[in-house]
């Protein structure tokens, strides 16, 4: 229905329902990253990662991550950068921000 588009549609640059659109901008924006910091669905889906990911050790395990949510390994500065986290902090957390990446939401 045009007239009633999802408020989750707006916060990603949906293509306008009223005319045909060939190709969308893209466009990052902050309401996306706070749409994705904020929601229970994604708080969710970083729990249920975190419940169902496990590893011989935390770097296998970022690796692990890496490879699930993003579809690659992650860079040497990257692996530092994650275990340094975990080391502090949950690993749903940790999960949550990979979700939050703009390299998971969009696919170039």
Same mark, same amino acid.
């Given at each position: 229905e045009r007239q009633n588009v999802p408020s989750v549609v707006k916060n990603f640059d949906f293509a306008n329902p009223?005319?045909?659109?060939?190709?969308?901008?893209?466009?990052?924006v902050p309401?996306?990253?706070l749409f994705a910091m904020n929601s229970p669905f994604v708080?969710?889906?970083a729990q249920s990662i975190a419940e169902n990911?496990?590893?011989?050790?935390?770097?296998?395990?970022?690796?692990? @991550?890496?490879?699930?949510? @993003?579809?690659?390994?992650?860079s040497t500065d990257e692996l530092a950068l994650? @275990?340094?986290?975990?080391?502090n902090a949950p690993w749903d957390q940790y999960i949550h921000i990979l979700l939050m990446t703009n390299e998971s939401m969009f696919i170039d």
């Open positions: 009223d005319s045909s659109t060939a190709r969308r901008v893209t466009t990052t309401q996306q990253a708080a969710r889906a990911t496990h590893a011989d050790t935390p770097s296998m395990r970022v690796t692990r @991550l890496y490879t699930t949510i @993003l579809g690659r390994e992650p994650g @275990l340094a986290f975990v080391a």
